[in-house]
């Protein structure tokens, strides 16, 4: 465990992952699909959106999950999947009924309709079955809120998960506790497997930052010291929490992505997320992503 890294290791970091990104500096095809999922609750069709790498060959898979009441394609999902596809993933962003949140059997449910590694008719197997994928090389997943969540249950239904990125990410939002299906050893992903991001004023998980450190601490079985704003394993796995200080705005709340949080268009991305040299990032966790796949 350590914590918070000095910016000159981040700065490395990030310019690893810029060069490992130029690697393939090439064209990108996009491409879209649908599914219905492979549970009897997920009988309504949605979309799938993403790119691939135009060249020859087999590449694993990126699959984003946004938050409740999002769209599917807005620029976080699509900058995400822009950005696995250039490291050379098929990437895409999945639509399902994010319109209310859940419990721990909702969210089960729209998780098994994404992942479900048995059906014919999920969003995985239309991922895996294109031309393009090989998921035997692994499967990695990132997401928003709500869309975190479906993430981390996401190995529950598809043994090929490998990792998973989460963002606003916690056991617990407002009056619905997830403690049964998402903390630390009460699903298949395995912590060490797991990095979590959250803004120290996170509305959904009581807004301090002493909150939801307790949170991610749950979520991931890490503690560090009581201060801690970051903790993680020798892999980098565990949690991070942006402080207001950090971001461009000076507002780190649940949306910290977003240039002016959640009460911001969700398609106004803060620059220091989108393209920033920093832990939180995303460029620094979509490459910690890359380390789980073979490629």
């Known amino acids: 465990?350590?914590?918070?890294?000095?910016?000159?290791?981040?700065?490395?970091?990030?310019?690893?992952?810029v060069c490992g990104t130029s690697a393939w500096a090439q064209t990108l095809n996009s491409f879209t699909a649908?599914?219905?999922?492979?549970?009897?609750?997920?009988?309504?069709?949605?979309?799938?959106k993403g790119k691939e790498p135009a060249s020859l060959g087999t590449y694993p898979v990126f699959i984003y999950l946004v938050g409740t009441s999002e769209t599917y394609d807005n620029a976080s999902?699509?900058?995400?999947?822009?950005?696995?596809?250039g490291r050379g993933y098929v990437a895409a962003t999945i639509q399902y009924p994010s319109s209310s949140f859940g419990t721990c059997s909702t969210l089960s449910t729209r998780s098994k309709c994404i992942f479900d590694a048995g059906s014919a008719s999920?969003?995985?197997?239309?991922?895996?079955?294109?031309?393009?994928?090989?998921?035997?090389?692994?499967i990695v997943v990132s997401g928003f809120s709500q869309g975190s969540i479906l993430a981390i249950l996401s190995?529950?239904?598809?043994?090929r998960v490998q990792a998973v990125y989460g963002l606003g990410a916690g056991v617990q939002y407002s009056t619905y506790d997830l403690r049964a299906c998402v903390a630390h050893g009460k699903r298949t992903l395995t912590s060490d497997r797991l990095r979590a991001v959250n803004g120290e004023a996170d509305g959904f998980m009581g807004s301090t930052?002493?909150?939801?450190?307790?949170?991610?601490?749950?979520?991931?079985?890490?503690?560090?010291?009581?201060?801690?704003?970051?903790?993680?394993?020798?892999?980098?796995?565990?949690?991070?929490?942006v402080k207001h200080a950090e971001a461009s705005d000076g507002n780190a709340d649940h949306c910290y992505m977003r240039q002016g949080?959640?009460?911001?268009?969700q398609n106004t991305l803060d620059q220091k997320w989108l393209a920033g040299t920093y832990s939180w990032s995303i460029d620094s966790n979509l490459q910690w992503l890359t380390n789980f796949t073979q490629r």
Not at 1 to 17: C, G, I, P, V
Not at 122 to 138: E, F, H, I, M, N
Not at 210 to 237: F, H, I, K, M, P
């Open 209 to 241: 930052e002493s909150s939801v450190r307790a949170q991610l601490q749950e979520l991931t079985g890490l503690a560090c010291t009581s201060t801690s704003t970051s903790c993680t394993r020798s892999n980098d796995s565990g949690w991070y929490i």
């Open 261 to 265: 949080g959640c009460l911001a268009s």
């Open 122 to 138: 999920s969003a995985v197997k239309a991922l895996c079955s294109r031309p393009t994928a090989d998921c035997a090389k692994g």
């Open 77 to 85: 999902a699509l900058s995400a999947v822009d950005k696995m596809a």
């Open 155 to 159: 190995k529950n239904y598809d043994s």
């Open 34 to 48: 649908t599914y219905s999922g492979g549970s009897t609750s997920c009988n309504t069709t949605y979309n799938i």
């Open 1 to 17: 465990m350590h914590e918070r890294k000095n910016a000159n290791l981040f700065a490395a970091l990030l310019l690893s992952t």
